[in-house]
């Protein structure tokens, strides 16, 4: 009796199940079989499977280096059994999950023999142009970080305004996003609820009236910056840097803007401890930081939800609880007092 592909023993599946342990459907077969019939010798099990002899016998060779059959083969046909499943199986997989991990935990120094040829032999850097090309590689950009991200945002998008779910992946896993935004980004629909949701999940965000340019740096190593834009038309190409110099000099010009911008907390509905601010809550700190931020008063109104009159009472609510006479005033005393 043969049995072609198409008979089933009982319990055989009728797709391979057994892949991911390294069987191919030959040896899927032959172990399927063995389990069905309690064993069985190679020639048998070769011509009930239809199969050439030396086929059967490399494949019950594999299936015994895993452990999943015992038995010898012999020059007469020797025979073998399949080991029960809860064993041999679970032992394989418990092999593969462990040469997964060790194969995981080389991830680090595979990344630095990758970046070691980025940064020598390979291009020091590759224009990208369309806005497909754009989001794939900046998402690509933040996955290969492990340690921070820096960004310089301003306008114009080469994508419109939406949410960034690679960002809000990698920092659950522990990479930490710092990104300054210029005056006219924080001005754009949608722009507040956006950036909430950002420092909710754990940026760190400051605000500069102007920007000297667009660029994502990861881990100090990468970076892609733009290179051509205007106030019409959409980012039109992007330069992957992967040069070590010029990538350490873009995170140098982001530190230097760092330390210039004004801290954005969007998020904080605290109100200061000090009895002379007892009335200061969370809504008036969003307007001080977007104010000092330099967004004119409809753009405040705009981002808040408020009408410019509203925007106006507030501010000089604000002044005359803290004895400023002036907006610049109002600005150092919260500063100051540790407010921003």
Request: glycine share 8%; proline share 5%.
């Amino acid at each position: 009796m043969q049995v072609n592909a198409m008979d089933q023993w009982p319990g055989q599946e009728a797709e391979p199940v057994l892949a991911p342990l390294g069987l191919s459907p030959t040896q899927e077969r032959i172990y399927l079989t063995l389990l069905a019939l309690g064993g069985e010798h190679t020639e048998r099990l070769a011509d009930l499977l239809d199969l050439p002899a030396q086929t059967a016998a490399a494949g019950l060779a594999h299936l015994a280096a895993l452990g999943l059959v015992a038995g010898q083969d012999t020059a007469t046909g020797g025979r073998y059994a399949a080991v029960a499943p809860d064993v041999a199986v679970a032992a394989v997989v418990m092999q593969r999950q462990a040469a997964l991990l060790k194969v995981q935990s080389r991830i680090d120094a595979l990344m630095h023999t990758y970046r070691s040829r980025a940064d020598g032999a390979g291009p020091p850097a590759e224009l990208i142009r369309s806005p497909d090309e754009i989001r794939e590689c900046f998402v690509r950009l933040q996955r290969t970080a492990r340690r921070e991200v820096l960004a310089f945002t301003r306008l114009p998008f080469a994508l419109a305004l939406e949410s960034n779910d690679t960002e809000l992946e990698m920092l659950a896993h522990g990479v930490q996003y710092r990104a300054v935004y210029e005056r006219a980004v924080l001005a754009q629909p949608g722009a507040r609820e956006q950036l909430r949701g950002y420092l909710n999940a754990g940026e760190q965000a400051r605000a500069a009236t102007v920007l000297p340019g667009k660029f994502v740096i990861a881990d100090r190593h990468l970076a892609m910056i733009t290179v051509r834009s205007d106030q019409q038309e959409p980012v039109s190409s992007c330069l992957l840097i992967r040069t070590a110099g010029l990538v350490e000099a873009l995170a140098a010009l982001f530190e230097q803007v760092w330390d210039r911008s004004v801290p954005l907390q969007l998020h904080d509905e605290t109100a200061p401890e000090d009895d002379t601010l007892a009335t200061v809550g969370g809504d008036d700190l969003e307007l001080l930081t977007l104010m000092l931020a330099g967004l004119p008063d409809k753009a405040l109104a705009s981002q808040l939800g408020l009408s410019v009159r509203t925007v106006h009472r507030r501010i000089r609510r604000l002044m005359s609880l803290t004895g400023c006479t002036t907006r610049m005033q109002l600005g150092w005393y919260a500063a100051r007092a540790g407010l921003l």
